[in-house]
T-cell receptor
Framework: EDKVVQSPLSLVVHEGDTVTLNCSYE??????LLWYKQEKKAPTFLFML??SGIEKKSGRLSSILDKKELFSILNITATQTGDSAVYLC????????WGAGTKLIIKP | GAGVSQSPSNKVTEKGKDVELRCDPI?????LYWYRQSLGQGLEFLIY????????KSGLPSDRFSAERTGGSVSTLTIQRTQQEDSAVYLC??????????????FGQGTRLTVV
């Protein structure tokens, strides 16, 4: 059965800390891995990763995929209270398979 | 339009009434998903449309739920005889595969359904 597992389920850190969120997967016919940030209603797209070992960056966020070990990490440096959200990982084969998310709380 | 559009953004309905939720996907995107998310829960798959193929309805929770996609574009999710447990945010995602190696998925802003 295809599955995506995120860890930790929740994380509380102080502003300025660096966090690493994990996403591991066991999915047949892997095509892409996606990271989303969900604050209110709809998830907001962050990154799409298709190739192993190529880091994608956007400001203080970065992500990388390891297709040999079947995982991805999402790094957030110099965290701010506005980074507080649920971070979702999804893998696409012929459908979207979602992890349960990591709830990140940044304390001032 | 530039993104996935869902309407209405909020809907309050009385128990037992029918509701229709609409999703306008990104033009040219071939696949469309409906999800719902109850308070504090993860994304629950409902139905998946891919091109002209028969939709994957395996996630629909009951026969009160149905969805269609007209002309390979706009989709409507219909909930008949709504129940309080149907209260959730209903999300539509539009999928695009530009090449064999890449797939993009973008969400609409969702419809918050409240059944009172």
């Amino acid at each position: 059965e295809d599955k995506v597992v995120q860890s930790p389920l929740s994380l509380v850190v102080h502003e300025g800390d660096t966090v690493t969120l994990n996403c591991s997967y066991e999915v047949t016919n892997f095509r892409s891995l996606l990271w989303y940030k969900q604050e209110k209603k709809a998830p907001t797209f962050l990154f799409m990763l298709t190739s192993s070992g190529i880091e994608k960056k956007s400001g203080r966020l970065s992500s990388i995929l390891d297709k040999k070990e079947l995982f991805s990490i999402l790094n957030i440096t110099a965290t701010q209270t506005g980074d507080s959200a649920v971070y979702l990982c999804a893998v696409i084969n012929y459908q979207l398979i979602w992890g349960a998310g990591t709830k990140l709380i940044i304390k001032p | 339009g530039a993104g996935v559009s869902q309407s209405p953004s909020n809907k309050v309905t009385e128990k037992g009434k029918d509701v229709e939720l609409r999703c306008d996907p990104i033009s040219g995107h071939t696949a469309l998903y409906w999800y719902r998310q109850s308070l504090g829960q993860g994304l629950e798959f409902l139905i998946y449309f891919q091109g002209n193929s028969a939709p994957d309805k395996s996630g629909l929770p009951s026969d009160r739920f149905s969805a269609e996609r007209t002309g390979g574009s706009v989709s409507t999710l219909t909930i008949q005889r709504t129940q309080q447990e149907d209260s959730a945010v209903y999300l539509c995602a539009s999928i695009f595969t530009p090449d064999r190696m890449n797939t993009e998925a973008f969400f609409g802003q969702g419809t918050r359904l409240t059944v009172v």
